[in-house]
C-alpha cells in the first residue's frame, strides 16, 4: 500500500512552453501533497505544499505564477510548469500524506519526474 | 529553526563490511526523525523512523538507526553492507514552526554511499 505515482517520468519541451506534471495517491487519500525539486547532486528543495480544496502554500523564493500547483482532488495534484525556460531544467518529486493514519511523519514518495527544457 | 546534517557527502564501504551513514540533528522539542534512500531518477524510499521509544530502531533492508540524545545523533547503520545498497541516502526531521509541529520534512544534503564488490 501507500503508493504515489507521477507522470510523466521524463519529458523534454522546448523553451517558452508549459509542462504539466501529475501526483497520484494510487490507494489512499492525500489532502496534503508536497512538491521538491532536486538538482543534480543536491538535496530535495521544498517548493510548495499542496493542500486539497485550497490554494497552495509555497516556500519563499519560488514563483508562484511560474509553478502552478492544483490539488482538486484527494488523490490528484498538479504542478504546471509555465513558460518553461533550460534553468527549469530538473527532477521534480512529489509526496504525499495519508490522512487514513495517525501522523507520523511519514511520507510517500512518487518516482519523479525529469524535466529538461529545450 | 529545525535542522539536520550529513557530514559526508560520500561513504565508501567494501561488500560485507559495516556501513555508518551519519546525520546529527538541531531541534526545539522531541525529534521526529527519518531516513529515506533514492536510487539514481527515481524518488525517495522510506527506510525507518524514530518518534518516541526505543533508541535503536529497526527499518527496511536490513538497516538500523541509533538515535543519540546526547550526541543529538541518529546515524544509520548496517551490519553487512550490499552493492544493492548503493544509493544516497537522506536523513530528514519534522518541521517545527511557530505554531508547532507541521507536516514538513527537512532534509539533510544527502549522503552517496558507494559499496565496493
Known amino acids: 500500500g501507500a503508493v504515489v505515482s507521477q507522470h510523466p517520468s521524463w519529458v523534454i519541451c522546448k523553451s517558452g512552453t508549459s509542462v504539466k506534471i501529475e501526483c497520484r495517491s494510487l490507494?489512499?487519500?492525500?489532502?496534503?501533497m508536497f512538491w521538491y525539486r532536486q538538482f543534480p547532486k543536491q538535496s530535495l528543495m521544498l517548493m510548495a505544499t499542496s493542500n486539497e480544496g485550497s490554494k497552495a502554500t509555497y516556500e519563499q523564493g519560488v514563483e508562484k505564477d511560474k509553478f502552478l500547483i492544483n490539488h482538486a482532488s484527494l488523490t490528484l495534484s498538479t504542478l504546471t510548469v509555465t513558460s518553461a525556460h533550460p534553468e527549469d531544467s530538473s527532477f521534480y518529486i512529489c509526496s504525499a500524506l495519508r490522512v487514513d493514519k495517525p501522523y507520523t511523519g511519514e511520507l510517500f514518495f512518487g518516482e519523479g519526474s525529469r524535466l529538461t527544457v529545450l | 529553526a529545525q535542522s539536520v546534517a550529513q557530514p559526508e557527502d560520500q561513504v565508501n564501504v567494501a561488500e560485507g563490511n559495516p556501513l555508518t551513514v551519519k546525520c546529527t540533528y538541531s531541534v526545539s522539542g522531541n525529534p521526529y526523525l527519518f531516513w529515506y534512500v533514492q536510487y539514481p531518477n527515481r524518488g525517495l524510499q522510506f527506510l525507518l523512523k524514530?518518534?518516541?521509544?526505543?533508541?535503536l530502531v529497526k527499518g527496511s533492508y536490513g538497516f538500523e538507526a541509533e538515535f543519540n540524545k546526547s550526541q543529538t545523533s541518529f546515524h544509520l547503520k548496517k551490519p553487512s553492507a550490499l552493492v544493492s545498497d548503493s544509493a544516497l541516502y537522506f536523513c530528514a526531521v519534522r518541521d517545527i514552526g511557530q505554531g508547532g509541529a507541521t507536516n514538513k520534512l527537512i532534509f539533510g544534503t544527502g549522503t552517496l554511499l558507494a559499496v565496493q564488490p
Open positions: 490507494d489512499f487519500q492525500a489532502t496534503t
Open positions: 524514530y518518534i518516541t521509544g526505543d533508541n
